[in-house]
């Protein structure tokens, strides 16, 4: 079996008898820094659990959220259930779901994920290349730069010229409201690729989280953690009836049932 320690000194993973690395340790550490980020931003930085902005109720399209039952006993249990449940003339038909039931559901999803393991990854590192491949992009924001930067020379071409000769003002005007609007333009492509590049660059990194996960689990069964499920999934979505949906961060659905 596939023994693997970190050591902290030289940075390094050292692995015995293990499959080829998948994602280095230092995109690793970039992925983990980025979620600790993105938590530390969202509406639901306060929370401690795993489980918050992860549940989705199938009917409303909501959040699910926690609810401590008979907290004052021995019989005391956290429930998860739809937050909008009892809002509104139609009340949601989904189930609320026990912490221990989300665990054994996700170690379940995990185990069938696993039997086609070595294609999701292969798969997965295909998405990777495509998704940090930013030679189009970088081309394209490249050209429009230089597009603003000659657009804002002859916009003050222009006006310094006004203001030395004397120009039609109505032909000074259309030139202008023409350049002006081809600068506006140029400028709203250019925040539309550096915005699509964050996207891809973001995606790659989740993608790169899941893929480091998957790559490290053999054992099975295994034991619920915190860091396993908030690597693989993306989101859950369950349904009246007690079919649960589990997202994964590469797209793969898999159902279960209570």
Not at 106 to 133: N, P, Q, Y
Not at 146 to 153: F, K
Not at 178 to 204: H, N, T
Request: charged content about 30%.
């Amino acid at each position: 079996m596939p023994q693997s320690r970190w050591d902290r000194c030289s940075r390094s993973w050292y692995v015995e008898n293990s499959h080829p690395a998948i994602i280095c340790p230092e995109e690793w550490d970039r992925v983990q820094n980025e979620m600790l980020r993105r938590k530390a931003t969202g509406r639901h930085q306060n929370s401690l659990s795993p489980f918050s902005a992860k549940l989705i109720c199938g009917d409303c399209g909501g959040y699910y959220g926690s609810k401590v039952w008979h907290s004052n006993s021995k019989y005391r249990r956290t429930i998860w259930q739809c937050n909008g449940k009892f809002k509104g003339v139609e009340k949601c038909r989904t189930p609320h779901l026990y912490e221990d039931d989300i665990k054994a559901m996700f170690l379940k999803a995990v185990s069938e994920l696993m039997i086609d393991r070595e294609a999701l990854i292969d798969d997965g590192r295909v998405l990777h290349t495509a998704f940090t491949d930013f030679n189009a992009i970088d081309k394209e924001v490249a050209e429009i730069t230089s597009e603003i930067d000659v657009l804002s020379g002859l916009v003050q071409k222009l006006v310094d010229e006004n203001a030395s000769t004397t120009l039609d003002q109505t032909e000074y005007r259309s030139r202008y409201d023409g350049y002006i609007d081809r600068y506006d333009k140029a400028k709203k492509r250019l925040a539309a690729l550096q915005e699509q590049r964050q996207l891809q660059e973001l995606k790659g990194d989740i993608l790169s989280g899941f893929l480091f996960e998957l790559g490290e689990l053999y054992d099975l069964p295994m034991v619920f953690k915190d860091e396993t499920w908030n690597a693989l999934v993306d989101h859950v979505t369950v349904h009246k009836g007690g079919r649960v949906v589990f997202t994964f961060k590469n797209g793969t659905e898999v159902t279960e049932m209570l």
